[in-house]
């Protein structure tokens, strides 16, 4: 099958077993290093949130009501400060996020920048220690990538391998976060890597569990909810659960156009964009003095929403809008933080919601309360982060209950398929989707659409003047051994492609053409220096010849070379094989 | 046992002073250095550390050790400091008082580097419990405040979780709770099954005191008390079917008096008993080295054999053996056993030095309207 020429056999045989083992070492490494960097981060905030009166306790513990108010309105602003004046050190301007792993992965280009990375995290880290609505899974995500990225650097590994260790820095981050191994081992695989492969497995896993390990050893918190034992839903109750998931589709919908509508509104602003961030905080100060349950990633408000009875419901359609509202603006106008928290919250306040309603029509004691609050849960944040079996693992590994798992797989199955037929796999597809990357149609596209065609420029090629005798063409294009010529002006500019047919005939003909100008040109296409592989495969499609021409439009139709077919059809096949070696290799 | 009394003795403090200085006067060796002078909380209490500290310590090393009647509150202790003339050596503080008496300055800074090592060589950073080193006292001793209640009143069944104190359809009857939000209003938040580390955090919101309040008015009738002796005789009388009280007290009516109840140990919420040596002591040196006698695994053992209190380190704990006079094993008795530890809660001593007065008036507004209903 393979008509590439061959490369160095490295699947099998005892090198190549201790090459793969070393892979795993080092997946070991990224993951212990993402883990304590991760652990890190987590304690920061807290650290942050008390000194400066955004958790409840301290707020509680501060007995200056009017100095607590002027704080509220205060930090967020000043956070929206700092943030905005970090976020102009970054050459694109913003923070970087999960979705710039994702996309560095999907495109093969690996290589995550240490120095944005490293200021998006410190971003992270004082937008949501000074409160603002963000989450802190997806700068963990993105922090265990980057160091990732950096240790296949440092070791100067491939890209493969480099999208490997990214994968172990992410899966660590998540079984770090949500001390959930399976979790982040499929997290991992299910939105970034996006393929199943024997090779990307080992390290990955022996990350995650490194992850785990030191979780459990270090960081110690309550699991993000309980059930009462006994409590197993009723049949009929399923079809409530299967409900929510179509619901929470939609619910999912609007978080994520919140976010998007905000971003673009905020590009209309006549406010500088590091200022933005300003304006977000102190609006979500002065909201947070009426509802303090928007502050922050919201772990108390999670928590009251799968108890009945700790919030009424209209005070739980109150604050699902807030809440969404709040994260909204925060990230719409520049604040750097995930976006898998604020949907956790907003998913148990909706599955609470459901919850009480349902209660109230069918009259039932709230026994299975927290089965709603769960199954609304999963149903807002699996579409959201486009990962509905990752949502499950995080239910199952966090509550260990079955029931509770099997009422969210039947909210899930619902909502992941809705929210992807209505909006897209993921907000972060939906985002890089409006940055030009299309990632519907798989890696491969992405790979191809991404790769250049200029990669392939040769200047191997016959241009001709349209003055030049007719004769004099032939005879250069025999002698270079080819049957085009490129027509190419004395200003550099492209004219058009003549075949060495036409010239002959032109040739032969006693009252033809006597200059190649004259001869009539062949249709073929013209590739521009940012065309992708991708595109220029397409073109090839209605195209018999020998290569396609490149010119610039921006610098007068200048003529830049050709690339030949074949070169073009290599490229595609090769790219295909790297991806099928890595998909379906095993060492 | 010891904590009781103390609030009689809060309001009496230039009292203390007085004793303070009486003792001062008493004392005749007072300038000599074989002679310590440490403050307790007298009764059981101090009987224990006599038999387990103070004489020990007196054969071993010949200083004399007299003891003063201390019952919490600092305002004796700023006394002697604003006067210059500090009678004691040591004080038996609880923690929150020696936090706020460490705070303004009135106490000796420690270092864990002054106590000794466990026998098998492990360090005492490792040995001792979580958080027994604060910056001028040190913890040897844990006790707790628990729900004990009358086996025969539940015929076939038992309380097993802190819920069950307000699962009135299951354990009926009426309840003695002390009147004070404290305690209280986390085994209320306990009962919605959250985990104990969000628990204060929950509790800062007015959606978790709203909550809490609410299963405190689930109950049905509650019999408040303010003195340490009530519960164990609400309990032994049949007045109530289950009560808080401090675990000393209830091991007393027991054991010693052969009440027919039995803790429930979830929940419990610990708080320690620290050692901690006052600025101008007359012999800081000394005091640092019955502190450090005081603090040797074998002691610590020794004293939770005469008192139910949990011993700070863990080597002591597993040495802890029988009650010398009944015999009872008293390993079941401490709050620190890993039995009756395994949920127990850490009071947030830090989170109440803050918020008491408002919590205070919360809670009253609400003892008020239930009262009144």
Same mark, same amino acid.
């Given at each position: 099958?393979?008509?590439?020429?061959?490369?160095?056999?490295?699947?099998?045989?005892?090198?190549?077993?201790?090459?793969?083992?070393?892979?795993?070492?080092?997946?070991?490494?990224?993951?212990?290093?993402?883990?304590?960097?991760?652990?890190?981060?987590?304690?920061?905030?807290? %650290?942050?949130?008390?000194?400066?009166?955004?958790?409840?306790?301290?707020?509680?513990?501060?007995?200056?009501?009017?100095?607590?108010?002027?704080?509220?309105? #205060?930090?967020?602003?000043?956070?929206?400060?700092?943030?905005?004046?970090?976020?102009?050190?970054?050459?694109?301007?913003?923070?970087?996020?999960?979705?710039?792993?994702?996309?560095? %992965?999907?495109?093969?280009?690996?290589?995550?920048?240490?120095?944005?990375?490293?200021?998006?995290?410190?971003?992270?880290?004082?937008?949501?220690?000074?409160?603002?609505?963000?989450?802190?899974?997806?700068?963990?995500?993105?922090?265990?990538?980057?160091?990732?990225?950096?240790?296949?650097?440092?070791?100067?590994?491939?890209?493969?391998?480099?999208?490997?260790?990214?994968?172990?820095?992410?899966?660590?981050?998540?079984?770090?976060?949500?001390?959930?191994?399976?979790?982040?081992?499929?997290?991992?695989?299910?939105?970034?890597?996006?393929?199943?492969?024997?090779? #990307?497995?080992?390290?990955?896993?022996?990350?995650?569990?490194?992850?785990?390990?030191?979780?459990?050893?270090?960081?110690?918190?309550?699991?993000?909810?309980?059930?009462?034992?006994?409590?197993?839903?009723?049949?009929?109750?399923?079809?409530?659960?299967?409900?929510?998931?179509?619901?929470?589709?939609?619910?999912?919908?609007?978080?994520?156009?919140?976010?998007?509508?905000?971003?673009?509104?905020?590009?209309?602003?006549?406010? #500088?964009?590091?200022?933005?961030?300003?304006?977000?905080?102190?609006?979500?100060?002065?909201?947070?003095?009426?509802?303090?349950?928007?502050?922050?990633?919201?772990?108390?408000?999670?928590?009251?929403?799968?108890?009945?009875?700790?919030?009424?419901?209209?005070?739980?359609?109150?604050?699902?809008?807030?809440?969404?509202?709040?994260?909204?603006?925060?990230?719409?106008?520049?604040?750097?933080?995930?976006?898998?928290?604020?949907?956790?919250?907003?998913?148990?306040?909706?599955?609470?919601?459901?919850?009480?309603?349902?209660?109230?029509?069918?009259?039932?004691?709230?026994?299975?309360?927290?089965?709603?609050?769960?199954?609304?849960?999963?149903?807002?944040?699996?579409?959201?982060?486009?990962?509905?079996?990752?949502?499950?693992?995080?239910?199952?590994?966090?509550?260990?209950?079955?029931?509770?798992?099997?009422?969210?797989?039947?909210?899930?199955?619902?909502?992941?398929?809705?929210?992807?037929?209505?909006?897209?796999?993921?907000?972060?597809?939906?985002?890089?989707?409006?940055?030009?990357?299309?990632?519907?149609?798989?890696?491969?596209?992405?790979?191809?659409?991404?790769?250049? %065609?200029?990669?392939?420029?040769? &200047?191997?090629?016959?241009?001709?003047?349209?003055?030049?005798?007719?004769?004099?063409?032939?005879?250069?294009?025999?002698?270079?051994?080819?049957?085009?010529?490129?027509?190419?002006?004395?200003?550099?500019?492209?004219?058009?492609?003549?075949?060495?047919?036409?010239?002959?005939?032109?040739?032969?003909?006693?009252?033809?053409?006597?200059?190649?100008?004259?001869?009539?040109?062949?249709?073929?296409?013209?590739?521009?220096?940012?065309?992708?592989?991708?595109?220029?495969?397409?073109?090839?499609?209605?195209?018999?010849?020998?290569?396609?021409?490149?010119?610039?439009?921006?610098?007068?139709?200048?003529?830049?070379?050709?690339?030949?077919?074949?070169?073009?059809?290599?490229?595609?096949?090769?790219?295909?094989?790297?991806?099928?070696?890595?998909?379906?290799?095993?060492? | 046992?010891?904590?009781?009394?103390?609030?009689?003795?809060?309001?009496?403090?230039?009292?203390?002073?007085?004793?303070?200085?009486?003792?001062?006067?008493?004392?005749?060796?007072?300038?000599?250095?074989?002679?310590?002078?440490?403050?307790?909380?007298?009764?059981?209490?101090?009987?224990?550390?006599?038999?387990?500290?103070?004489?020990?310590?007196?054969?071993?090393?010949?200083?004399?050790?007299?003891?003063?009647?201390?019952?919490?509150?600092?305002?004796?202790?700023?006394?002697?400091?604003?006067?210059?003339?500090?009678?004691?050596?040591?004080?038996?503080?609880?923690?929150?008082?020696?936090?706020?008496?460490?705070?303004?300055?009135?106490?000796?800074?420690?270092?864990?580097?002054?106590?000794?090592?466990?026998? &098998?060589?492990?360090?005492?950073?490792?040995?001792?419990?979580?958080?027994?080193?604060?910056?001028?006292?040190?913890?040897?001793?844990?006790?707790?405040?628990?729900?004990?209640?009358?086996?025969?009143?539940?015929?076939?069944?038992?309380?097993?979780?802190?819920? &069950?104190?307000?699962?009135?359809?299951?354990?009926?009857?009426?309840?003695?709770?002390?009147?004070?939000?404290?305690?209280?209003?986390?085994?209320?938040?306990?009962?919605?099954?959250?985990?104990?580390?969000?628990?204060?955090?929950?509790?800062?919101?007015?959606?978790?005191? &709203?909550?809490?309040?609410?299963?405190?008015?689930?109950?049905?009738?509650?019999?408040?008390?303010?003195?340490?002796?009530?519960?164990?005789?609400?309990?032994?009388?049949?007045?109530?079917?289950?009560?808080?009280?401090?675990?000393?007290?209830?091991?007393?009516?027991?054991?010693?008096?052969?009440?027919?109840?039995?803790?429930?140990?979830?929940?419990?919420?610990?708080?320690?008993?620290?050692?901690?040596?006052?600025?101008?002591?007359?012999?800081?040196?000394?005091?640092?080295?019955?502190?450090?006698?005081?603090?040797?695994?074998?002691?610590?053992?020794?004293?939770?054999?005469?008192?139910?209190?949990?011993?700070?380190?863990?080597?002591?704990?597993?040495?802890?053996?029988?009650?010398?006079?009944?015999?009872?094993?008293?390993?079941?008795?401490?709050?620190?056993?890993?039995?009756?530890?395994?949920?127990?809660?850490?009071?947030?001593?830090?989170?109440?030095?803050?918020?008491?007065?408002?919590?205070?008036?919360?809670?009253?507004?609400?003892?008020?309207?239930?009262? #009144?209903?």
């Amino acid at each position: 099958m393979d008509t590439l020429p061959a490369r160095p056999a490295s699947g099998r045989g005892p090198l190549a077993v201790v090459r793969f083992l070393g892979l795993v070492l080092l997946g070991a490494l990224v993951g212990a290093v993402a883990a304590l960097a991760a652990v890190a981060f987590v304690s920061a905030v807290l %650290v942050l949130n008390e000194l400066l009166l955004i958790s409840p306790r301290s707020r509680m513990m501060f007995d200056h009501p009017g100095l607590l108010l002027a704080a509220t309105i #205060a930090v967020p602003a000043l956070g929206g400060l700092v943030v905005g004046q970090l976020h102009r050190t970054i050459p694109e301007r913003r923070p970087h996020a999960p979705a710039d792993v994702i996309a560095a %992965v999907q495109t093969r280009r690996g290589r995550l920048p240490a120095r944005a990375g490293g200021i998006s995290a410190l971003s992270a880290l004082i937008s949501l220690g000074t409160g603002a609505s963000v989450g802190q899974y997806g700068p963990l995500v993105h922090l265990g990538a980057t160091l990732g990225s950096l240790g296949a650097r440092l070791l100067r590994l491939g890209r493969s391998d480099d999208n490997i260790t990214i994968a172990c820095g992410v899966a660590a981050a998540i079984a770090t976060a949500f001390n959930a191994p399976l979790a982040g081992i499929v997290f991992a695989h299910e939105v970034v890597l996006r393929h199943y492969a024997l090779r #990307a497995f080992a390290p990955v896993a022996a990350a995650a569990l490194v992850g785990y390990v030191i979780a459990t050893s270090v960081l110690e918190r309550g699991a993000l909810f309980h059930v009462a034992d006994t409590a197993v839903p009723r049949p009929w109750e399923f079809v409530a659960f299967l409900a929510i998931g179509g619901l929470g589709a939609l619910v999912a919908g609007a978080y994520m156009h919140a976010i998007l509508g905000v971003t673009r509104l905020a590009g209309t602003l006549p406010l #500088a964009p590091p200022l933005r961030p300003v304006l977000a905080g102190a609006l979500l100060g002065i909201t947070a003095l009426w509802v303090p349950d928007i502050l922050g990633m919201g772990q108390e408000t999670l928590r009251f929403a799968t108890i009945a009875g700790a919030f009424g419901s209209a005070e739980l359609l109150l604050v699902l809008m807030l809440k969404i509202a709040a994260t909204g603006l925060c990230l719409g106008m520049g604040f750097s933080g995930g976006v898998f928290s604020p949907a956790l919250v907003i998913g148990t306040l909706f599955g609470a919601l459901c919850g009480s309603l349902v209660g109230q029509v069918s009259g039932a004691p709230q026994e299975t309360f927290v089965f709603y609050a769960v199954c609304g849960m999963v149903a807002v944040t699996s579409p959201v982060i486009g990962a509905p079996l990752t949502s499950l693992l995080i239910v199952f590994e966090l509550t260990g209950s079955y029931a509770l798992t099997t009422a969210a797989l039947a909210s899930v199955t619902l909502a992941s398929p809705i929210a992807a037929q209505l909006f897209g796999r993921s907000l972060f597809d939906i985002q890089l989707e409006r940055r030009g990357l299309d990632l519907s149609a798989g890696r491969g596209r992405a790979v191809l659409r991404t790769t250049p %065609v200029t990669e392939y420029l040769t &200047d191997d090629c016959v241009t001709l003047h349209p003055r030049t005798p007719v004769a004099e063409a032939v005879t250069a294009l025999c002698r270079a051994r080819h049957g085009e010529g490129y027509l190419v002006d004395g200003r550099g500019r492209y004219l058009g492609c003549v075949g060495l047919a036409d010239l002959e005939a032109a040739r032969e003909a006693v009252t033809g053409p006597a200059r190649v100008g004259e001869v009539a040109t062949l249709a073929r296409p013209v590739l521009q220096p940012d065309t992708s592989l991708w595109d220029a495969m397409a073109e090839l499609q209605d195209v018999t010849g020998e290569a396609l021409p490149v010119v610039d439009p921006a610098a007068d139709d200048a003529f830049q070379g050709v690339v030949f077919e074949s070169s073009i059809a290599r490229a595609y096949l090769a790219h295909s094989d790297e991806l099928r070696r890595e998909e379906h290799g095993t060492g | 046992m010891a904590r009781d009394k103390r609030s009689r003795w809060l309001a009496s403090a230039p009292k203390l002073t007085l004793l303070g200085l009486a003792l001062f006067a008493a004392v005749p060796g007072q300038a000599d250095d074989d002679t310590l002078t440490v403050l307790s909380w007298g009764g059981a209490y101090e009987r224990a550390q006599q038999a387990a500290l103070f004489s020990p310590y007196t054969a071993a090393t010949g200083t004399r050790i007299e003891v003063g009647q201390y019952d919490g509150g600092l305002e004796g202790l700023r006394r002697a400091m604003a006067e210059g003339e500090v009678p004691w050596d040591l004080i038996d503080m609880t923690r929150s008082e020696a936090m706020a008496a460490c705070a303004e300055g009135m106490l000796e800074p420690l270092s864990p580097a002054l106590l000794a090592p466990a026998p &098998d060589g492990t360090p005492p950073e490792e040995d001792f419990l979580p958080d027994s080193f604060g910056r001028c006292a040190i913890t040897h001793s844990i006790f707790a405040t628990v729900v004990a209640y009358r086996p025969d009143a539940f015929p076939g069944k038992r309380p097993d979780s802190i819920a &069950d104190l307000f699962d009135q359809q299951r354990f009926p009857g009426p309840r003695a709770l002390q009147r004070t939000p404290a305690v209280n209003l986390e085994w209320a938040l306990l009962s919605y099954r959250v985990p104990h580390e969000e628990l204060y955090g929950l509790l800062s919101t007015r959606r978790g005191l &709203d909550l809490a309040l609410a299963r405190l008015d689930e109950l049905e009738e509650i019999r408040w008390w303010e003195a340490g002796d009530a519960p164990p005789r609400l309990l032994a009388e049949g007045e109530v079917v289950m009560a808080s009280g401090y675990n000393g007290r209830f091991f007393d009516a027991m054991v010693n008096r052969g009440a027919p109840i039995e803790i429930l140990w979830d929940g419990q919420v610990q708080e320690h008993e620290t050692w901690a040596i006052p600025r101008g002591a007359p012999h800081p040196e000394a005091a640092r080295d019955f502190l450090r006698f005081a603090t040797t695994t074998e002691r610590l053992a020794d004293l939770a054999r005469h008192i139910p209190y949990g011993p700070a380190r863990r080597s002591a704990a597993v040495l802890v053996t029988t009650h010398p006079d009944s015999g009872v094993d008293m390993r079941l008795h401490i709050p620190t056993h890993p039995l009756n530890a395994e949920r127990a809660l850490a009071k947030d001593e830090a989170w109440y030095a803050r918020t008491l007065g408002r919590i205070h008036d919360y809670f009253r507004t609400w003892l008020a309207r239930r009262e #009144a209903e």
